[in-house]
């Protein structure tokens, strides 16, 4: 298994559907977990951290199954602005050394 | 609160030309990082600084790629002599302290885009 696994979509879902991804990761001692959005050729930025179970925010969800190893971002009500590349990331190892992205998930939200 | 600053942009060069790529992170962010991003993926980790001290260089291609953090605020990514493949987005991103390690709660620059002809 590859050490961050996404669904490269895209996703396609129209505007105030609810729409989830998940993110998939080796390292099965892993403790923390990020989501980060990225527009088109723009940087990504923080979405939302998961340390524990889950985290929500708005309309966003995060929740983290540790026995199947995934992380799932959900998103209720989708806006034209939510379509992006959602990138998921955490630490690679458990001492926190070097970090790794997935390949990040496109997400369009058609009117 | 100003973001990262990141210089140049864009930077057009010849292969086997060197280049340099600057980074200013956000005040008070001891933990510094360099990503390398190619179209369709996710960004890859090239070099980690904790202050002035890198802590996290195995992804840096050694032969070619270096980096410095000089009194642990701004930081330089060099490349010579560039290679083809090296086209790419170079992101800078820092973080706030955490609690024994790092926060990993990134926040990027606007990148430097690369293209080597």
Redesign the interface.
Known sequence: RKE?EQD?GPFNVPEGATVAFNCTYSNSASQ?F?W?RQDCR?????LM?VYSSGNEDGRFTAQLNRASQYISLLIRDSKLSDSATY?C???RDN??????????TRLSVLP | EAGVVQSPRYKIIEKKQPVAFWCNPISGHNTL?WYRQNL??????LI?YENEEA??D??LPKDRFSAERLKGVDSTLKIQPAELGDSAVY?CASSPPGFG??S????????TRLTVT
């Open positions: 961050v490269p923390s990020f980060y723009k940087e990504p930025k923080l951290s990138l990331g955490l630490p001492y926190g050394q070097n970090f790794v992205f997935g390949p990040g | 990082y369709g993926q996710g960004p890859e980790l980690r802590v996290d195995s992804q992101l390690q790092p990993y709660e990134q926040y990027f620059g606007p990148g």
